[in-house]
């Protein structure tokens, strides 16, 4: 039976969610397909990954994937206050923006607003969560 390897382009079902229960993504949601993706192209992150290599189609089970196999811990340096004159009026705490970076656009997500200051976090949304996934393999080529 052809198991999934580190070069397997592979079709897989997937619910995300964290340690506390709460589903951040998954391919069963009304309206959505399975996800497919060549491993090694960089396009997943590596946990999710190494998860797949060795399972055979038809097969589930449930990965735990700690941060570093994720989207990092959170990196204090990407905390950054801006001039309160640099965000659209009427932002809240909690708001996502998108701001420029030198890379080009980032989403940022606004953590507290100040007098003068407001400080916007440029980390992933799930940086420094441990991840859970129930994967379903439905096909491997």
């Known amino acids: 039976?052809?198991?999934v390897d580190v070069n397997s382009t592979?079709?897989?079902?997937y619910t995300g969610r964290l340690e506390d229960g709460t589903i951040f993504d998954s391919s069963l949601a009304e309206g959505r397909e399975p996800l497919t993706a060549t491993l090694g192209q960089g396009h997943l992150i590596s946990g999710f990954e190494n998860g797949l290599v060795d399972m055979v189609v038809g097969e589930k089970k449930?990965?735990?994937?700690?941060?570093?196999?994720?989207?990092?811990?959170?990196?204090p340096q990407?905390?950054?206050?801006?001039?309160?004159?640099?965000?659209?009026e009427?932002?809240?705490?909690?708001?996502?923006l998108q701001a420029?970076?030198?890379a080009g656009p980032?989403?940022?997500?606004v953590l507290e607003i100040n007098e003068d200051v407001v400080v916007l976090d440029a980390n992933h949304p799930l940086a420094g969560q441990k991840?859970?996934?129930?994967?379903?393999v439905i096909t491997i080529s």
Do not use: C, H, R, W
């Open 90 to 96: 009427g932002v809240s705490v909690g708001d996502m």
């Open 1 to 3: 039976m052809k198991k």
């Open 100 to 102: 420029m970076s030198p």
């Open 62 to 75: 449930t990965i735990e994937i700690e941060p570093e196999n994720a989207y990092g811990q959170i990196n």
């Open 131 to 136: 991840l859970i996934f129930d994967l379903e």
């Open 78 to 88: 990407m905390v950054n206050e801006v001039a309160k004159s640099q965000v659209p």
């Open 10 to 13: 592979v079709t897989v079902n």
């Open 106 to 109: 980032i989403n940022v997500k």
